[in-house]
Structure formats: C-alpha cells, structure tokens
C-alpha cells in the first residue's frame, strides 16, 4: 500500500524556518523519485523540490533556491523538507508525492502518481 504521511507543518514569523517530513510506506518509497509540492489558496500547485532516492543531485524550484533543501533518511523512510528564511510568501499546504519513472521535468505535478494529505505552512510578516 502506498502512503504518504506529511508533518511538521505550522506558523511561523517571516525569517523563521521549519522542516517538514514526509514518512513514506515501503511500497511509496520503492517508487524512488520523491518530492515536495505547496499550493496556496488560489494558486496552482507548485513544484519546490524533488530527490531521487537512490542518490544524485537534488531539483530545487527557483523560487525557494537557496532557502529550502531536500533530504532523506533511507532508514526511516523519510524524505525532510528544511525551509529557511521564510516569507509569507510561502504559506499554503505543502505535500508529499512519489512517483515510480524518471521525468524530465521532476516538479511538475501531473508527473507524480501518489500523494499525501498536506501539512499547512503559515508565515506571518
């Protein structure tokens, strides 16, 4: 069974930073590519960053580049989100997908086959 499960979420003042995790079934990380995604009220989903399981560099979205980054421990399963320095901006719920083959374009949402529930992010000014 595949499962996602976000946490970590919740409010922040601006130039704070929290680190979201995302706990994955055996069956979810098996699917190797990992990533993160945010969707604030209005807006279309948004790629933030993707891993590939087995090793290589990270795609980070160039809107949180230099901020954010992505990790994973392989023992627990566990893909981590770290956002620093955060702007209202960044507010919205922030998921967890997998997916099982390589994709040209990593942060598209359309490319991903499972998700998790969300985990809200607010950032006040």
């Known amino acids: 069974q595949v499962q996602l499960v976000e946490s970590g979420g919740g409010s922040v003042q601006a130039g704070g930073s929290l680190r979201l995790s995302c706990v994955a079934s055996?069956?979810?990380?098996?699917?190797?590519?990992m990533a993160w995604f945010r969707q604030a009220p209005g807006k279309e989903r948004e790629g933030v960053a993707s891993?590939?399981?087995?090793?290589?560099?990270?795609t980070i979205a160039n809107s949180v580049k230099g901020r954010f980054s992505i990790s994973q421990d392989m023992v627990k399963r566990t893909v981590f989100l770290q956002m620093n320095n955060l702007t209202p901006e960044d507010s919205g719920m922030y998921y967890c997908?997998?997916?099982?083959?390589?994709?040209?374009?990593?942060?598209?949402?359309?490319?991903?086959?499972?998700w998790g529930q969300g985990t809200q992010v607010t950032v006040s000014s």
């Open positions: 891993l590939y399981t087995g090793g290589g560099r990270p």
């Open positions: 997908a997998s997916r099982k083959v390589w994709a040209e374009r990593p942060l598209r949402a359309d490319v991903y086959d499972y």
């Open positions: 055996r069956d979810a990380y098996n699917n190797k590519y």
